[in-house]
C-alpha cells in the first residue's frame, strides 16, 4: 500500500487553521473491515501514531466506474479534530490523498447548486455578483481571525456582497449556538442591525463565555433599540432553532468539515485565508469587466 502525499501532518496542521468537528452527531460505527483496519494500520505505522491520536477509517464506497473506493479519514487528538478524504484502488494495493475531479461536470456550479441561501443575512449590494458564503461560528477564534481581515477587504470591492451561514460547532464550543440563536432572532427583528451584532459578538468574543453569553446578547439588545422581550422569546423558541439546524444541514451538504468555511462563486476557502479569498474575487471582478458590453 503507497501513500502520495503525507496525510496526517497535514490534517494535524489544519487543526491550527480552522476550528473543526470530525461531525456535528455520532452516529453508530459498524465494526471495522478487514481493509479499514489495514488502512488504520498503515497510518498509524508510516507517522507514528499513538492510542492517543484516534483515527477512525469511513467504510469505502465506489466512485463510479474510476476503479477507486472512497473513504473518510476522521483524525481526533487533543488539539481538536479533523476529517479528509482519500481514496484507495479497489485491490487494497494502494492509498491516494488528494482532490479527485470528474472533468465532465463543473464543481463550481455543482457547489452553488447546493447553497441554500433564503432568509441569509447579506451584506453588501443583493445584486453583486460575486458572492461570498460564509459558513462561521461565532466562537471559532479563526473566524474572528477571518472577520478581522473581511473587514478590511470589502470595502474594495462593490461587486461582492458577504451571505453568512450558521455552523455552530456544539461540541468544541459551548456558547457558538446560543449567540448563532441570538443572531438569527436579531436578523428577524431587524436584517440590518444583524451586521452590527456579527461585529459585535467577535469583537467581545474573549470577553464571552458559556455563563455570560445570554447576557451579553440581551445587554446588545438593548443598546440597538431592539425589542428585549421578542428576543427572549425568540432565542426559546422553535423557529430559529430550526434554521440554525437547516444552516447546519446545508453545510453538511457541501461538506463542510470545519469553520470558517468560505465559498467564493462557488470556489472553496477552508479555513482563514484571506489572500486566496481576496485572489477569487479578484479573478471574478476580472472576469466581469472582460465580458463584452452587453452580456
Known sequence: MKLSHRLLPAAILALALSCSAAAQSAPSVAEPSALQKSVE???????????????????????????????????????????????ITKDGHYLLRGELSDLTKDPLVENISKMDLKGAPVLGDPHAPVTIVEYGDFECPVCRNLHDAMRGILPNYPQAKLVFKDFPLDSIHPWARTAALAGRCVYQQNPQAFWKYFDYIYDKQDLISAENVYDKVVDFAGQTDLNVDALKACIA???????????????????????????????????????????YIEFEVAQLKAKPAGK
Not at 55 to 63: D, W
Open 41 to 87: 494500520a498503515y497510518l498509524r505505522h508510516s507517522f507514528a501514531l499513538g492510542p492517543d491520536v484516534k483515527i477512525t477509517v469511513g467504510a469505502p464506497k465506489e466512485v463510479g466506474n474510476s476503479g477507486l473506493l472512497e473513504t473518510s479519514i476522521d483524525v481526533k487528538t487533543d488539539q481538536g479534530s479533523d476529517n479528509v478524504k482519500m481514496y
Open 237 to 279: 423558541g422553535p423557529q430559529a432553532a430550526a434554521e440554525i439546524d437547516a444552516s447546519i444541514a446545508n453545510g453538511n451538504l457541501l461538506e463542510v468539515r470545519s469553520t470558517p468555511t468560505i465559498f467564493v462563486n462557488g470556489r472553496r476557502v477552508a479555513g482563514a485565508d484571506p489572500h486566496a479569498v481576496q485572489q
